[in-house]
């Protein structure tokens, strides 16, 4: 008997392991995809000023919901040790990693005395997905991890794993124990993570309401509650980097980006059809659970989001999956009946979502050293513009188009237009259209001018091929996929 014991909670121990070393080692590696520029660009502008430090994409004075808090620390990290906007990312991710690891592991503990269940949550957390490839930030896949493990929305949701386990504490302790401080710091806390990463704070809001709810607690609780809210409420209120209450009119700028989460959901999620049954068992035993209410909030949201048009509501899948994701671990270990099957079927999912995110392992293996058709599954991360830096220096302003506009902050400088959404910037379809005017084929030299001299252009960056930026301009550097670097010649 102790010995089956000791296999099911080693097997999964090392497992669960292996996968975050896995992690580590793809930190040391950083692959760029995604929001990553963004990230490198706000952590550079906070190092050259932590007061006023102005649009992170463009040569603007304007506020960013990116210069949140855990943002300022790593700000304040790169101006003290003078490290590289990459070192202090990767120590970011490090930090992020170590706070979802330990967050999960003490939530589930709230949840499930038995040793194994930690493990077998994370493996479910990472594999538990489908069979079409999947990244975006805050969603928990290890495809999607390896691409956003530096991303704020993993610190972010570390600390609200870490949040319900404190919740689930304060609402089963005595007043003296969880008193009115314990709540205003859970409040504290709550404020950080929406500051954080605002689409982690709604799940974090979804998880924290369903231990509240599930505990079926007492006056008390509930007036303690209301103070925490009112502490969190404060925060969101004071924080002088942006207006965070601003962000709730940013709705319709945001829909056809987040259009494609609601796009072939089977093939993302089928595999957490698992622990949709296993909910299912946990609702039958009580229908208090905090993982199944927590499964049934975010349904109702993200449901509501589809048929409203609300595209963006999308966001809090993860307060979908997740419920279901531990869930699945869970059954393996609490419910006797047919446990042998719950461990076989679970066994097979996990092995067909590690299958599908196998390519992971290109992003610490060589893709050359892969077997086939591993390699196969492998997707490269984007190259970078470190090409650039040895002419263009910090502060300057480089014409790009949308896609070198992603990634060329990162290295200090601005472009005339942001490669992503910018809510707070009031101008931003105007310097989106005028990048469009500059690169149109058969532009007048005149109007290429004019812009060029509004935004201090001193670069430009396109593919050769495609420039058709005629006069004025100097060939100073080619980089990968035929892209030159142009510099304006006044």
């Known amino acids: 008997m102790r010995a089956a014991l000791r296999r099911t909670t080693v097997v999964p121990q090392v497992a669960a392991a292996l996968v975050v070393l896995l992690l580590l080692l793809v930190i040391v590696r950083l692959p760029w995809a995604g929001d990553l520029g963004m990230h490198a660009a706000t952590v550079e502008r906070l190092r050259h000023s932590l007061v006023d430090p102005g649009n992170p994409l463009v040569d603007a004075d304007t506020p960013s919901p990116y210069y949140s808090p855990w943002m300022l620390v790593l700000g304040c ?39 194994a269940a930690p493990a077998l949550a994370v493996l479910c957390l990472v594999f538990l997905w489908g069979t079409s490839l999947f990244a975006w930030s805050g969603f928990l896949g290890l495809n999607s991890l ?28 005595a007043p003296v124990v969880a008193g009115w401080g314990v709540w205003a710091g859970l409040g504290g806390l709550w404020a950080v993570i929406l500051l954080c990463h605002q689409f982690s704070g709604v799940v974090a809001t979804l998880g924290a309401l369903a231990t509240v709810v599930a505990a079926r607690a007492g006056r008390g609780v509930w007036l303690r509650l209301a103070v925490g809210v009112l502490v969190g409420a404060g925060v969101l209120w004071a924080w002088p980097y942006y207006d965070f209450f601003a962000l709730f009119g940013a709705g319709a700028d945001l829909e056809s980006v987040h259009r494609g989460l609601y796009r072939g959901p089977a093939r993302r999620y089928w595999l957490v059809s698992v622990g ?66 719950w461990a076989g079927v679970l066994a097979g999912a996990l092995a067909v979502g590690a299958w599908t995110q196998a390519g ?81 084929v058969g532009a007048p030299e005149g109007v290429r001018r004019s812009i060029v001299r509004a935004y201090g252009v001193r670069w430009v960056v396109d593919r050769g091929a495609e420039a058709g930026v005629g006069a004025g301009l100097r060939v100073v550097a080619r980089g990968p996929g035929g892209q030159v670097l142009y510099e304006v010649v006044r």
């Open 77 to 115: 990290v790169a101006r003290l040790t003078g490290f590289s906007v990459f070192v202090v990312l990767r120590i970011g991710a490090a930090v992020g990693l170590a706070l979802l690891v330990s967050g999960v592991w003490r939530y589930v503990r709230t949840l499930s005395a038995h040793p």
């Open 146 to 173: 390896a691409l956003t493990v530096s991303y704020p929305s993993v610190f972010a949701l570390g600390l609200a794993f870490h949040l319900w386990a404190w919740l689930a504490g304060a609402v089963r302790a």
């Open 276 to 341: 949709v049954v296993a909910l299912a068992v946990r609702w039958w035993r009580d229908r208090w659970d905090p993982l199944v209410l927590l499964f049934a909030l975010g349904v109702l949201v993200v449901a509501l989001g589809g048929a409203s048009g609300h595209y963006s509501w999308g966001r809090a899948l993860p307060a979908v999956l997740i419920p279901a994701q531990i869930a699945a671990a869970l059954i393996v270990v609490e419910v006797r009946a047919w446990r042998a099957v």
């Open 360 to 440: 992971a392992l290109g992003y610490v293996v060589p893709r050359a050293s892969l077997p086939g058709v591993v390699a196969a599954k492998y997707r490269a991360p984007w190259a970078g513009y470190h090409w650039v830096t040895p002419w263009v220096k910090y502060g300057d302003v480089v014409m790009a188009r949308t896609f070198p506009a992603r990634q060329i902050p990162a290295y200090g400088a601005y472009t005339v237009a942001p490669g992503y959404p910018d809510f707070f910037l009031p101008d931003e379809g105007r310097r989106v259209a005028d990048v469009r005017r500059y690169f149109a």
